[in-house]
């Protein structure tokens, strides 16, 4: 096991350049064990390049980066790689293989012995729920089947830490919320997940610790309570309806992290419009609380007879 | 739960077989194109050494010793089918081994696992040279037809054998080498067979040609007195005509004819007689091209270790 006095990542004076560019500059970071981290940024924040490193992908130009005390730039890299599951952010499957058969593969390069490959593709399987997929051919699995796959393949060999890029972004919603799910689960088995997003808000529901990346450097690293006091996430929900505008309005205020709530400028909706509960209206909504406080939001309107058409976070 | 310290190594012996090259020879052998490719080869050159056999045995006369030249042009003729075959199906097999990987966004997930890079340029040669054996291998049936006729000697057959192996090695990793530093497959397979196609080709022809000019030019200026210009012509010729599987099989075949010796010759490519005693080409071919494999795997073992440490 390792110590909770110790951090199982920790990134020191790290830096990337690509001959002139600076990907990364001077990060410094530790992961504590058990941990959900969230790496925020912009694209081209470097996250990618830092979860590639992280994943013994990638050698940095300075500094280094220590995965359970191993260092990634020494001779060890076996050991680290036995530490480590990576799931890219676009990963291709071989098309020849069936489901069952790729986690055995994946088992088989980790020097899992033969006996116990199928019963752990099996379990692997039923994980992420793809055991009756089993015999198909995984190139032919869904999006998100094919990226529940992906998780199970890094499963293969137990690593103690996941790192996962983009993890959610081609997703669509059920599966985002599946993977939540699944994340949180295996957080609950004592993995230490690293996960990377664009939007904040994207990963506050499931991240324990979070750091804000910008032009190759950490601005930000701490618990997800002390990053959420410096940085608060704002997403954008548009709210279509049949209804009374101000009514809908002043219940949308008074629900948990909403921010501001307006009309969109370009309406130019009338005052007896606003009031008509035949015509369609929009209000955009500024918001900044869990997944839980929309949801919140929405059966608040609903349940005040408010007729709601669509309700659509904006990417 | 840290991992077992037992499962450090996925390969804990030199002669376990590597899961990619299990991999792939089981997803090889599972294609219907492999049937295919082997039905349609097996056909086309059993087919061709009978029809060749009809030929020959139609147009040569009916005496005794004549079976012996018609095997003889069966034999090479099955030897130069070998020949193509390892110029054109190992390269296409090994051309994609590293750079389909890339394409199929697979390359980075295989890196991440604890196989070395020489683990994986070995199991990617091993799968892709498997085929070009099972083809070589398959063949050689055909082959009785020429030893029924007569005319040919086993030796002979060891030396093609010899050559085709050593060839097929080396076009097989020269393939792998190229894929290793290619961004498409399409790109990598162009590459390896211009380079495959210039030693198998390229350098008998220029060597032919060269020769006929600087031998004449050496007999003209009646160069008896400069014996060392004449025997740095005949090693360089020799080198020349060992590089490429066609011409060394055919030299070698005519110098034991002409001189009895199966290991040695002494050439005399200037005209002007020889001093020198050199080893048969097909000896050169296998010894230059094991060493060449020798650097090839290394670059290449190199070229997958430096990914990602530009």
């Given at each position: 096991m390792v110590s909770n006095l110790h951090p199982v990542i920790e990134i020191r004076n790290l830096s990337k350049r690509y001959g002139r560019r600076t990907a990364l500059n001077g990060i410094n970071l530790s992961v504590p064990p058990g941990a959900i981290f969230g790496l925020v940024g912009r694209r081209g924040a470097g996250k990618s390049t830092l979860l590639k490193i992280m994943a013994t992908l990638l050698t940095p130009s300075e500094g280094d980066v220590f995965i359970a005390g191993l260092s990634i730039t020494g001779d060890r890299l076996p050991q680290v790689r036995q530490w480590i599951g990576y799931l890219p952010e676009d990963f291709g499957v071989y098309p020849e293989q069936t489901c069952a058969e790729y986690i055995e593969f994946f088992a088989a390069c980790y020097g899992v012995p033969p006996k116990e490959r199928a019963p752990l593709a099996a379990d692997l399987l039923q994980l992420v729920d793809?055991?009756?997929?089993?015999?198909?051919?995984?190139?032919?699995?869904?999006?998100?089947?094919?990226?529940?796959?992906?998780?199970?393949?890094?499963?293969?060999?137990?690593?103690?830490?996941?790192?996962?890029?983009?993890?959610?972004?081609?997703?669509?919603?059920?599966?985002?919320?599946?993977?939540?799910?699944?994340?949180?689960?295996?957080?609950?088995?004592?993995?230490?997940?690293?996960?990377?997003?664009?939007?904040?808000?994207?990963?506050?529901?499931?991240?324990?610790?979070?750091?804000?990346?910008?032009?190759?450097?950490?601005?930000?690293?701490?618990?997800?309570?002390?990053?959420?006091?410096?940085?608060?996430?704002?997403?954008n929900i548009t709210i279509k309806f049949l209804g009374d505008a101000r009514l809908a309005m002043n219940l949308i205020k008074a629900c948990r992290g909403v921010v501001d709530v307006r009309l969109p400028a370009e309406s130019g909706v009338s005052s007896d419009a606003l009031t008509s509960i035949a015509l369609l209206k929009e209000l955009r909504v500024r918001f900044d609380g869990a997944y839980a406080d929309a949801s919140a939001l929405l059966r608040s309107l609903m349940h005040s007879g408010v007729q709601v058409v669509t309700f659509a976070e904006e990417s | 739960?840290?991992?077992?310290?037992?499962?450090?190594?996925?390969?804990?012996?030199?002669?376990?077989?590597?899961?990619?090259?299990?991999?792939?020879?089981?997803?090889?052998?599972?294609?219907?194109?492999?049937?295919?490719?082997?039905?349609?080869?097996?056909?086309?050159?059993?087919?061709?050494?009978?029809?060749?056999?009809?030929?020959?045995?139609?147009?040569?006369?009916?005496?005794?010793?004549?079976?012996?030249?018609?095997?003889?042009?069966?034999?090479?003729?099955?030897?130069?089918?070998?020949?193509?075959?390892?110029?054109?199906?190992?390269?296409?097999?090994?051309?994609?081994?590293?750079?389909?990987?890339?394409?199929?966004?697979?390359?980075?997930?295989?890196?991440?696992?604890?196989?070395?890079?020489?683990?994986?340029?070995?199991?990617?040669?091993?799968?892709?040279?498997?085929?070009?054996?099972?083809?070589?291998?398959?063949?050689?049936?055909?082959?009785?037809?020429?030893?029924?006729?007569?005319?040919?000697?086993?030796?002979?057959?060891?030396?093609?054998?010899?050559?085709?192996?050593?060839?097929?090695?080396?076009?097989?990793?020269?393939g792998l080498y190229v894929s290793s530093r290619s961004r498409t497959t399409a790109g990598a397979t162009m590459t390896t067979y211009a380079i495959v196609l210039g030693i198998v080709l390229g350098i008998p022809l220029a060597a032919l040609i060269s020769s006929s000019s600087v031998s004449v030019a050496l007999s003209s200026a009646g160069s008896r007195s400069w014996p060392l210009l004449a025997g740095l012509f005949d090693i360089g010729l020799t080198l020349a005509i060992s590089l490429s599987p066609i011409s060394a099989i055919v030299a070698s075949q005519r110098f034991f004819t002409v001189t009895g010796s199966l290991w040695t010759f002494a050439p005399a490519f200037s005209g002007l007689g020889s001093w020198l005693t050199l080893p048969s080409p097909f000896l050169v071919l296998v010894g230059l091209y094991l060493v060449a494999s020798v650097i090839v795997y290394r670059l290449t073992v190199r070229r997958l270790g430096n990914i990602g440490r530009e």
């Open positions: 793809l055991y009756h997929r089993k015999d198909t051919p995984a190139d032919r699995l869904t999006p998100s089947m094919r990226h529940r796959l992906g998780i199970a393949r890094i499963l293969a060999h137990d690593p103690q830490v996941l790192l996962l890029d983009e993890t959610t972004k081609s997703l669509d919603p059920r599966a985002r919320v599946e993977t939540r799910e699944l994340l949180k689960e295996l957080s609950g088995m004592g993995k230490t997940i690293v996960i990377t997003s664009s939007n904040l808000a994207e990963v506050q529901d499931i991240c324990t610790h979070a750091a804000i990346m910008e032009a190759g450097q950490i601005t930000q690293a701490g618990s997800l309570d002390e990053i959420l006091a410096v940085a608060p996430c704002h997403r | 739960m840290r991992p077992s310290l037992a499962r450090l190594s996925p390969l804990r012996s030199p002669f376990q077989v590597s899961p990619i090259t299990s991999k792939e020879l089981a997803s090889r052998m599972r294609s219907t194109r492999t049937y295919t490719v082997l039905t349609v080869y097996l056909a086309i050159v059993s087919g061709l050494a009978v029809l060749l056999y009809l030929v020959s045995s139609l147009s040569s006369p009916r005496t005794v010793g004549s079976s012996g030249a018609v095997g003889t042009v069966v034999f090479y003729f099955l030897v130069g089918m070998q020949v193509l075959l390892v110029s054109f199906i190992a390269p296409a097999f090994a051309a994609g081994a590293i750079s389909l990987e890339r394409e199929n966004r697979t390359f980075d997930v295989l890196r991440m696992t604890p196989l070395t890079p020489a683990q994986i340029v070995r199991a990617k040669l091993i799968s892709a040279l498997g085929f070009t054996l099972l083809l070589i291998f398959a063949t050689l049936p055909l082959f009785s037809l020429a030893f029924l006729l007569g005319g040919i000697e086993p030796f002979e057959l060891i030396i093609a054998l010899c050559v085709v192996l050593a060839s097929a090695l080396m076009y097989t990793l020269t």
